[in-house]
């Protein structure tokens, strides 16, 4: 089980904050492959990868980077703090 | 080295007193404060971050500006949660022997908040609300360092 | 725009609390303080200049940030006479819309003010005292704007 | 009659921090061969003219300005401000 975090517009598409999802994904893109496949909600939130960022365990990662040992995956857009 | 994320309203007048000073080391001290801007009929804004890597992401960039720059003394105050026009939304502060360091680096954990710390704004305004989008720019602006 | 060159010591928390905030039209605040640093041995500084034209100078400085940069504000504060190791030199705050005016906006002054505002710093220390030398680097600073 | 000043060590050469200087001279430069010939502080002041600055009227100027209608000259040496 990995616990998946939406924040900004990717958890108002979706719909909720975070999640406990089953999966044998080997990497980011997988995960996001069997999202997307479960509604609609989640194949719109990931309907463009350029405009989301990942974190693996609270740091920034990339789409191929592998899940084994991961316990947290995080979406988001890109990021506008300051 | 003092972070801080936070709901509550902080004093920037009182913070900018007291850092940095006293010791005899420190020649230079930049202070940056960000505030909402009341332009486009702004009413509010949200801001949301992500707890836990918030503080990690900002303590590394801290510890890198540090490091770097031989800072004397950094400081990060980021708020989160709904903001009105005029108020503050966060600062950084960074004291040097000279002011180039200070100043550069003031710049450098300004250009890493803006796209490498996990906080994500929305405005509301007469239209409805908005996520603010991120800007070209800002991330060209990580090339410099 | 606020230019002030005084003996008296001033208090660099309280003028960050009410520079340039409010209005909201500013999105962004830079200060730069300067203070004497206790390095070397340094017992004291004395700050000498040139009544009429200091001001003048300093004036003409702000203005030229002012326009330049668009600025919704501006603040100089530099003192002369004695000072003891820790204590405030001088300081400049600048209020823009965006952080890169204010940031470039309070480094011009800083440049400016480094080797164009007629300042000369004297230091006292064990070894007697000596005029500070201006350093080629200030005035190559000039180049970038 | 020009109001001639003097600060920092260019002051501290002379020994005063300023004075009224009776002369034709027609331009900073020539004032400056008046004030070297009078004493031997002043030649010390003025022996390296790479190293002081003037201003004309309490604006920077330089060495080959003209003098005419001109009250108040000042030398000293680079700006150590900020």
Known sequence: MIEVLYFAWVRERIGLPREKVATNAATVAELVEELRAREERYALAFSDLRALRVALDQRLSDFSAPLEGVREVAFFPPMTGG | ?145
């Open chain 2, 1 to 145: 080295m003092d972070i801080r994320v936070q709901q509550e309203a902080f004093d920037y007048g009182a913070e900018c007193g007291r850092f940095g000073q006293g010791d005899g080391q420190a020649g230079a001290v930049v202070t940056f404060l960000g505030l909402v801007r009341g332009s486009g009929g702004l009413s509010r804004m949200e801001i949301e971050h992500y707890p836990g890597m918030t503080e990690s992401a900002l303590a590394k960039i801290a510890a890198e500006a540090e490091a770097r720059w031989s800072l004397a003394d950094v400081l990060i105050i980021h708020r989160h949660g709904p903001l009105a026009p005029g108020e503050a939304i966060m600062m950084v502060a960074t004291a040097a022997r000279h002011r180039k360091a200070a100043f550069e680096a003031a710049e450098f954990l300004m250009d890493y908040l803006k796209s490498r710390a996990p906080f994500w704004k929305k405005e509301f305004g007469a239209d409805g609300a908005e996520w603010v989008a991120a800007k070209d720019e800002d991330e060209a602006a990580l090339d410099r360092w």
